[in-house]
């Protein structure tokens, strides 16, 4: 669990296969049911993706310098209180999770290479969690906002299910989005205002230790 300022402290082959069988997944993936719709930013061709996979700080600097990416904004999803605080969503009980939105720009880059990039820099059977943070606001979820995002990352995740490579349950949950609230303005970009904070942090946690060992080579490595 962490503190206000501070967190505490293979399936090579198999993951190929199963990432190639999503790529097929993902082109049939066009299926309009009723799922939020799709939002999208006034004045250009973008669009807003949304994941949640433990520490927002991790997500966002995921992200934050993906060519194609605009912006990516540290935040709450899924719960039932509005307009949460960090203190009120560290409780746990607000049903809400850390998370990122990502506005895109859907010429530059692909919803289907945003689900790579999060897939990667996760450990998916992890539950309540990533690495060492732990705890009901660090659960991994993807919150789609329209019928092919929903139809994209359900068939990458019952790809990876089929594969068998992990040998456990996907822990991730795929849901609608729903209301997103930023976080607090020192949360935002703090990887860079804050990087040898950050790394500390990222070394002490063991997450890179946790995706080699998931992910092996292919695991996924923010641009510098």
Known sequence: MRTRFFRTTTAALAMSIALACAGH????????????????????????????????????????????V??????????????PTYDEVSTGTTGHVESVEVHYDPSRIS??????????????TQVNGQACDHGDEYRS????????????AQAYKATLEKSGAFGQPIAVQIVAAGP?????????KFTIKNPEYYER????????????????????????
């Open 25 to 68: 997944a993902f082109a049939d993936a066009t299926d309009a049911g009723s799922v939020t719709p799709i939002t999208t930013l006034p004045g250009a061709r973008l669009a807003i993706a949304t994941f949640a996979g433990g520490c927002f700080w991790t997500m966002e600097h995921a992200f934050d310098k993906v060519p194609g």
């Open 70 to 83: 605009i912006s990516a904004i540290s935040g709450y999803s899924g719960g039932h209180v509005p307009n």
């Open 111 to 124: 919803y289907a290479k945003l689900m790579d990039i999060y897939w990667h820099d996760i450990d998916p």
């Open 141 to 152: 979820m993807i919150f789609t906002h329209d019928a092919t995002q929903m139809r994209q």
């Open 180 to 188: 997103f609230y930023a976080a607090e303005d020192y949360h935002q």
């Open 201 to 224: 942090y990222r070394i002490g946690c063991g997450r890179d230790i946790r995706l080699q060992a998931i992910w092996g080579s292919t695991a996924y490595k923010p641009p510098g």
